[in-house]
């Protein structure tokens, strides 16, 4: 199994290596590194993240069988966990609270963008080249971070994500020549390999990534459903009834489960009936699609 770092692995890691120290030499950002040490101490996030590297394991390993992973992409797959992989679990709260999120990252996922991502990813240059590109791109990225945040300095967020549309295109350029011009040596498994990792990737996690936030929303719901209930002197039979018509009515969805507000529950354990308690959960689910319906049209209006 080959380990050894790229020069780009090691411009990633030369400037991790300066975050680091930065954190650590600065006090506030000291202490805030440390709350988030702490925070991640926390048994959830341990189960969720080893649920993670564990899916994804089980993942590499069926794509092992089928011949589509290899050794050869074994620092590819570590970074893109460790990455976009993170990422995705970081944002798991996006499943309940945006619409059709799974459907985007999705469709993200087999754009040109991620394509992109492995196709830049085949060829590196030498490693003041990278330091330059990788300093280069991460500056102009944080400034149009920054940027975007804020509508007047909108012309200085176009300007800086033409520059990295320039970039990539050059990056693109450089691989496409260099395919071209040696066409006849190229390990082409190797490069359907590289090119589409993040690709099936993305697509395989995604069922994971639902399903953590699913069960997170689940649990929230469930929550607010026994505080209610113990407050309004309900017995476990009202909490299992509020549970179960919560279950039926909201379809396994995260997204109807993720806005079920306290006030909802609260009804809910309060109910005379199954019935009842399956009308308020469709009540609540009819209104958060009418909200819906209204913020994608002003969106669109904007």
């Not at 988030?36 to 048994?43: I, L, Y």
């Not at 570590?78 to 993170?86: D, R």
């Not at 459907?103 to 992109?116: E, L, N, S």
């Not at 590196?124 to 007047?152: K, R």
Request: aromatic share 12%.
């Amino acid at each position: 199994m080959e380990l050894a770092l790229n020069n780009r692995e090691l411009v990633v890691l030369i400037w991790l290596g300066i975050g680091l120290v930065f954190v650590l030499v600065n006090s506030g950002t000291r202490q805030a590194l440390w709350r988030v040490v702490v925070a991640f101490r926390h048994p959830v996030l341990l189960v969720s993240i080893a649920a993670l590297v564990a899916y994804v394991a089980v993942l590499v390993w069926m794509a092992a069988q089928v011949g589509i992973w290899k050794d050869d992409v074994f620092n590819d797959t570590v970074i893109w966990f460790l990455t976009a992989g993170l990422v995705l679990w970081a944002n798991t709260n996006r499943v309940a609270e945006q619409s059709h999120f799974i459907r985007r990252t999705f469709t993200q996922a087999v754009a040109v963008t991620v394509f992109i991502e492995g196709f830049v990813n085949l060829y590196v240059f030498a490693l003041p080249i990278e330091f330059f590109f990788f300093t280069s791109l991460l500056f102009i990225t944080l400034v149009a971070a920054v940027a975007e945040s804020d509508e007047q300095f909108a012309a200085v967020a176009k300007l800086a994500n033409g520059l990295l549309a320039a970039i990539g295109l050059v990056l693109i350029a450089f691989v496409l020549v260099e395919l071209a011009t040696g066409f006849g040596s190229v390990d082409w498994p190797h490069v359907g390999r590289l090119v589409f990792l993040p690709v099936w990737l993305t697509i395989g996690v995604l069922p994971a990534i639902y399903a953590l936030r699913l069960y997170a929303a689940y649990d929230s719901a469930f929550r607010r459903i026994g505080f209610f209930a113990e407050k309004a002197g309900q017995g476990k039979r009202a909490r299992r009834r509020a549970k179960l018509a919560l279950l039926v009515e909201t379809h396994m969805r995260a997204r109807a489960i993720g806005d079920f507000s306290g006030l909802a529950a609260r009804r809910l354990v309060l109910a005379s009936s199954f019935k009842e308690a399956r009308e308020i959960v469709a009540a609540e689910i009819a209104g958060q699609r009418e909200e819906d319906a209204f913020l994608e049209a002003m969106d669109e209006a904007a």
